[in-house]
């Protein structure tokens, strides 16, 4: 009874339409946004701004740009971290190069310049298909990567190829404390995740998901499938170039090519993966599973291991954790290979009837 | 009948189709005349599925020409045929299985959406007006096909009869001036084809859509078809009016073996 | 449903549990530890780690602490990548607020990424033999120590080994750099171009992409180059597959000299005897012949407090020079403690001024037990390296054994190479450089 | 010229060292449509079990039987408590499957056996050969053409296996149709294992040549990652095919690195060496973009 839908009766398509077309899944989101804007702001400490709150919104947001990829668009790419990289080099140079350029400004351009190389890597995928694909993705990952360390005029000449990003100013403002650069990043990410709920929810998402389910029929209704692919290679690749911006200016404040490698890549299919393919629910979900399963492992194991007297030595430890971690994964996509948004849907699902199973 | 059948719109001439060494169709000419319903049967691997992909782009003939209406078509791709009006439905269903029947029926329209994908993330301009002129029409089709109780359910999820009406249901929605139905009424019952049956009756006569149909129910291709014409191992054997067909000597072989 | 929840509950009563623990006794002396065990470097992180946490035990074993403040420390796993090493630091930087004893991220690029954090929580950073080079230059960088010696600095020691082997003259030689691709392996490019243009040889640079476990290309090219002497720097299987690579297109060993990091028994071991006559840079000597070392074996390991898993490890290149780190990290919460106040746990800053002003001396070392375990370390503001020294040691097959006395770098040509790039930094991040003659 | 060959014969050489992680790939692959990338865990496990029992005391032949159990058990389980759960999954769910198991190996096999690098001796030195250095001043290493006996006696093992034995012949039925394999009465679930089984014994071979040519460590995992572009070259599903392509790629990315970057260097300046890590990719990638299905794999007609 808490999650009814019953006595809310649509009467125009445009309120069937809406965003989120049941009533408490609109306050929800609001009452998460007010959180997200105000409650946070006030209470969270350092730690959880600097080291969970920022690294989740930006893995969630370049999640998301995997998900409309691979979730949406049913193209599998294994080189999200290569085009995080593009984003980060890219908003490094243009605050570098553009006299006064303002930061907002420079992260969107930082999201072109990786849509740019996203379509460029995006080509293959007209003649390639399915694992074919991802490993021909692995060529984006290492090859530009490869670019970034080889051009020392990316890396302004650094002589080692480690860039440090700039200030951050809006309207003479600096962004420099933990919580400055978390409302920044949060609405950033709450922009683009808007946007691309609307993009999933029209003919472009309809147009993604069509190519995704049956390619010859959809170009049998009319689908062009060489621009319909093409551009989720290039959202796709623009969200996750914002997101390695973030990463760079908001949550590390220093990058070396080598940080975005592939196994960057592979925390990133994870996220959408444990989180729901094809759910922008799931890509916040998958972030901060993968996000808080290794920190929750590191501070329960040694727990653990001193409750119960275990004679774990600080390296037994460090092993259990990648061992438990990927056994979790194995489990939860045995459990539910659709991911948590899923199991969110069916606990709302069972909501809907409580306490009155019948 | 009450509707009027018009000239030839679509002609095909000398068609050959080869997959390497295969060849799928020989020399076939026949040609669609408008708001007929033109149904193409012919046994098993007669070549009647290749006949409607190199109607609509699929498949590209090695030799022949295609004319519709009047002018000779270039070698061109299966999203072209679409903006030329011409829609279709599968042998094996293919619906987009994740998605809603209304989702579904909704890309059908697809070609006449014309708002960028810019103005769909930032839901402004024509992104918002046209989803919902395009979902009246979709509704449209929905109560049409009587699936208004579905709307919201995945296909997926679907019994194959209603599948089948989604199918066409998405066909519907794009307003084609000619549908390629392909054994629209395989797999069901007598009471599913009944409906399908009074579907496509109603759509020829009520939008005047000319409809290119492959059956293997003689019955029903006989009770609604104009013209037939009959494939057997990628030639042709047959081609008019149904009773003309029926007593078609070699027809009539194809069907029921040389021994007869 | 109750599958999932029941992990949760136990989770959150975990994490409860966690934050009523809370804050450290006053005068304690704690020390975060972002370390890896696990992961491609995992077997060098044991060792290392091993040893720096061994010695802050044997200091609370031996004299119960510096002046009576005991040594603690908490240890957050980081695989050795960047934005998990973050995340530790933001995590342990928490408890490091009463006291902070210097963190060693012991990874460049982390290094890099908590050079700005850490000076603005004033927490000093030790980055003995890695990390940001330029901060040598105390005066753009006060909270960065890379102590001891410098990648650049060790090149140039390289570069002065085999220039005394070569009778004094390098003129017309052929020197191959074979590097591992990437930050860590591109730093000293900058310095041994200038020793080549100073010392007149040739230099040629041949880059390994990573992880390094092919290099059959550039060893084939290293044998049509006919270099007399290969400077190496690796890390993990490079330096296995380069002494390997080297015994297959018939390269002498003892011709290849790698960096500190590409000598350690974790490299030569598992390389078999292809590595015996293999040379290497370091800036601590290997063996249980240190009276330290031998003590801790005693003192650490008999009261079974030790932290390896596999005591065999004692001794090693790794250990001693976690050791070693841990010997500074310690002197310096030391030199810290005469001035603000004896028996006091440290704050961060305080360590900072301490780790400014180290003076290890040759008399110290031996008060310490650790004569010839390091070279002799003397900070000051504008210089935060200290030394600059290194030895050469040699693979016999079995064991690490120096070749060399303490070789001292070109500090006249590559220091004004940190001032240069420090220079840089601070225009870039609108820094103004402190004035080093007004410290003390 | 003399260099060229001898750039050319050293990259086909370590190209057989390719195939034999690629062949553990393309033996799941075909037989149960898994895209394995624990493959290169497997080749770390093998080898770290080989050394970890020769640790214990036993003798090399000992050992290596030792560790072709501990890697046949590894794959029972591994059909047992994830695959067999995993049944009519899409392929992308049971590649993250496998990803999950990787992880899973990467914290269980050093735990187990230890995690210092550690050397694999098998008793061939990896050095040129005099002779023929002497008279042709080439150098062709002794270990490189053991290894390429070795990955060619498993060839031929596995060749014979297949045509010869019933459960060989079972697992082509397999590969080419499950249903049919299942109507004729072979449990899909043996096979399974028993290919997992003999995944984990090409993993074996893999992991001692690999472990010892360049040492007993972590970083044999990596080996996956030279095997990719080899797959995609040769095709998911053909033996040969990994066989060829890593020849290929081998000896590509050998003449790529030293033969590339000179030209690169008087074009851009700077130092552009170091393309081996993707090299291989791009090449792949180039070569699918005319043949998408690869060198021997089977060509897909779209049906509708």
């Known amino acids: ?358 | ?260 | 449903m109750t599958k999932i929840f029941k992990p949760a509950f136990a989770a959150a009563a975990v994490s409860l549990a966690l934050f009523a623990q809370g804050a450290t006794a006053a005068e304690e002396q704690f020390f975060p530890i972002i370390g890896y065990r696990v992961g491609p470097y995992g077997a060098n992180g044991q060792s290392l780690f091993g040893g720096f946490i061994d010695y802050l035990s044997y200091v609370n074993l031996k004299e119960g602490g510096v002046n009576g403040v005991k040594m603690t420390w908490e240890e957050c796993e980081t695989e050795y990548n960047n934005a998990k090493g973050v995340e530790c630091y933001e995590r342990l930087k928490g408890k490091a607020k009463a006291s902070a004893g210097p963190i060693h991220p012991l990874s460049t690029g982390i290094s890099y990424a908590l050079i700005e954090k850490a000076s603005a929580d004033k927490i000093p950073l030790a980055m003995v033999g890695y990390g940001r080079t330029d901060a040598v230059d105390g005066s753009v960088f006060p909270y960065a120590f890379p102590l001891v010696t410098t990648y650049q600095m060790q090149a140039s020691a390289i570069v002065k080994f085999i220039k005394d082997k070569e009778k004094g003259n390098l003129a017309g030689k052929k020197v191959v750099f074979l590097y591992h691709d990437s930050a860590y392996g591109k730093e000293p490019i900058l310095a041994l171009e200038a020793e080549s243009r100073l010392n007149k040889f040739d230099l040629v640079q041949i880059p390994v992409a990573h992880p390094g476990n092919e290099q059959g290309a550039q060893w084939l090219k290293i044998r049509q180059e006919k270099p007399d002497y290969v400077i190496f720097w690796g890390w993990g299987v490079m330096n296995q597959t380069a002494i390997k690579a080297a015994q297959k297109v018939g390269f002498p060993r003892d011709k290849m000299i790698g960096s500190w990091w590409a000598g350690s028994e974790e490299d030569t071991v598992s390389a078999g005897d292809a590595a015996k006559g293999y040379m290497s840079a370091t800036f601590n000597v290997s063996g249980k012949a240190v009276p330290v070392v031998a003590d801790i074996e005693k003192v650490v390991y008999g009261a079974g407090k030790g932290n390896l898993q596999d005591a065999s490890k004692i001794g090693t290149i790794l250990y001693n020079r976690g050791i070693s780190m841990a010997i500074l990290s310690v002197e310096a919460i030391r030199k810290a403690q005469e001035k603000y106040g004896k028996g006091k746990a440290m704050t961060g800053e305080q360590v900072r001024w301490g780790m400014e002003n180290l003076n290890i001396t040759e008399a110290r070392l031996k008060q310490l037990g650790a004569t010839n375990l390091l070279p002799e370390v003397k900070t000051t503001c504008d210089n935060h390296e200290g030394s600059g020294k290194v030895k050469i040691q040699q693979w016999d097959g079995s064991k690490w054994v120096a070749v060399s006395e303490w070789l001292e770098g070109n500090k006249g040509l590559i220091h004004p190479l940190f001032q240069a790039s420090a220079k840089q930094y601070a225009k870039e991040k609108g820094i103004t450089p402190r004035d080093c003659a007004k410290e003390k | ?304």
């Open chain 4, 1 to 304: 010229m003399n260099f060229f060959f001898e750039v050319l014969i050293g990259g086909l050489l370590s190209g057989v060292m390719y195939a034999l992680v690629a062949l553990g790939f393309v033996l799941i692959f075909k037989a149960s449509g898994v895209f394995n990338f624990a493959q290169g865990a497997m080749v770390y496990l093998a080898a770290l079990s080989v050394v970890g029992c020769m640790e214990h005391g036993a003798p090399l032949w000992l050992a290596i039987i030792l560790a072709f159990i501990i890697m046949t058990l590894f794959g029972i389980a591994t059909e047992k408590f994830v695959l067999r759960k995993l049944v009519n999954q899409p392929p992308i769910t049971l590649f993250m499957a496998t990803i999950g198991l990787a992880f899973f190996i990467e914290g269980l096999a050093p735990m187990v056996f230890g995690s210092e690098p550690r050397a694999l001796e098998i008793g061939i030195v990896d050095e040129p050969i005099e002779a023929i250095l002497e008279s042709a001043n080439m150098v062709i290493s002794k270990f490189d053409l053991v290894a390429s006996g070795v990955a060619a006696v498993l060839v031929t093992v596995l060749a014979l296996f297949f045509q010869y034995t019933r459960v060989g012949r079972a697992l082509r039925a397999v590969a080419d149709d499950h249903q049919a394999a299942l109507s004729i009465g072979i449990p899909l679930q043996h096979i399974w294992a028993i290919v997992w089984g003999v995944a984990g014994f090409v993993a074996l071979v893999a992991g001692m040549m690999w472990g010892a040519r360049n040492g007993v460590q972590f970083a044999l995992t990596f080996t996956a990652l030279k095997a990719l572009p080899v797959l995609i070259l040769g095709g998911f599903t053909s033996v040969p095919g990994a066989i060829v392509g890593g020849l290929i790629i081998g000896a590509s990315e050998k003449l790529a690195e030293i033969y590339i970057p000179p030209v690169m260097q008087s074009a851009f300046g700077g130092n552009f060496g170091g393309i081996e890590g993707w090299f291989p990719y791009v090449l792949a990638l180039l070569f699918l973009l005319v043949r998408p299905e690869g060198l021997f794999g089977e060509k897909h007609i779209d049906r509708v």
């Open chain 2, 1 to 260: 009948m009450s509707k009027q059948i018009g000239d030839v719109i679509l002609d095909l001439q000398n068609i050959s189709l080869r997959f390497g060494g295969v060849k799928a169709l020989t020399d076939i000419s026949f040609n669609v005349r408008e708001h007929e319903i033109r149904a193409i049967i012919g046994p098993n691997g007669a070549g009647k599925s290749s006949m409607l992909n190199v109607i609509n782009g699929v498949y590209h003939p090695q030799e022949g020409k295609i004319v519709f209406r009047g002018a000779q078509r270039e070698k061109m791709e299966p999203h072209m045929a679409a903006r030329q009006n011409i829609a279709r439905t599968f042998q094996n269903i293919a619906l987009f299985k994740g998605m809603t029947v209304l989702d579904n029926i909704m890309t059908g329209r697809i070609t006449k959406m014309k708002a960028s994908f810019v103005e769909h993330a930032l839901w402004f301009g024509r992104a918002k007006k046209e989803e919902l002129e395009h979902r009246k029409k979709v509704e449209e089709v929905i109560d049409f096909l009587e699936i208004q109780h579905i709307r919201k359910t995945p296909v997926g999820r679907l019994p194959y009869g209603l599948q089948k009406r989604v199918e066409l249901g998405r066909a519907l929605a794009a307003e084609p001036s000619m549908l390629l139905l392909d054994e629209p009424m395989a797999g069901m019952n007598v009471e599913e084809k009944q409906d399908m049956c009074r579907f496509i009756l109603d759509v020829n006569d009520q939008f005047g859509t000319t409809i290119v149909l492959i059956e293997h129910d003689m019955g029903v291709v006989m009770d609604i078809s104009d013209r037939v014409v009959v494939l057997d191992y990628g030639k042709k054997i047959g081609d008019g009016v149904p009773d003309e067909v029926k007593n078609n000597e070699e027809v009539i072989k194809a069907y029921l073996g040389a021994g007869h």
């Open chain 1, 1 to 358: 009874m808490l999650y009814r839908e019953a006595g809310q009766f649509k009467t125009t398509y445009a309120a069937d339409q809406q965003l989120f077309p049941i009533r408490q899944d609109r306050l929800g989101v609001i009452a998460l946004l007010a959180i997200g804007f105000v409650g946070v702001p006030l209470f969270a400490s350092e730690y959880w701004f600097s080291a969970i709150l920022i690294p989740f919104l930006v893995f969630s947001l370049a999640a998301l740009g995997l998900n409309i990829l691979t979730g949406y668009a049913g193209q599998l790419s294994l080189g999200s971290a290569a085009f995080m990289a593009v984003g980060a080099y890219a908003a490094y140079n243009f605050q570098l190069r553009v006299e006064g350029i303002p930061i907002l400004v420079t992260f969107i351009m930082a999201g072109l310049t990786a849509a740019g190389v996203g379509i460029l890597f995006g080509l293959p995928s007209l003649r390639i298909k399915g694992f074919y694909l991802a490993v021909a993705t692995l060529a984006a990952q290492f090859f530009i990567v490869w670019c970034l360390t080889k051009f020392p005029w990316l890396s302004n000449n650094s002589s080692s190829g480690v860039i440090s990003t700039q200030k951050m100013f809006i309207f003479g403002h600096e962004f420099d404390s933990p919580r400055e650069k978390y409302l920044l990043v949060l609405s950033i990410v709450v922009f683009l995740s808007l946007a691309a709920k609307n993009m999933v929810r029209s003919s472009t998402g309809r147009a993604w998901m069509a190519v995704r389910d049956m390619d010859v029929a959809a170009s049998v209704i009319g689908i062009r499938l060489m621009p319909t692919k093409l551009l989720a290679f290039a959202v796709s690749s623009f969200y996750c170039g914002v997101a390695g911006a973030l990463y760079a200016f908001c949550y590390l404040g220093s990058v070396e090519p080598d940080g975005f490698s592939l196994e960057l890549s592979f925390r990133i299919l994870f996220m959408i993966i444990i989180g729901g393919v094809g759910s922008i629910l799931g890509s916040y979900l998958g972030a901060a599973f993968i996000l808080l399963l290794p920190i929750f492992l590191d501070i329960a194991l040694p727990f653990f291991a001193n409750l119960f007297g275990l004679p774990f030595s600080t390296a037994t430890v460090s092993h259990i954790q990648v061992l438990v971690f990927g056994s979790l994964i194995m489990f939860f996509l045995i459990v539910e290979p659709h991911g948590l948004a899923r199991l969110w849907q069916i606990t709302k699902e069972k909501l809907r009837l409580w306490p009155f199973p019948h």
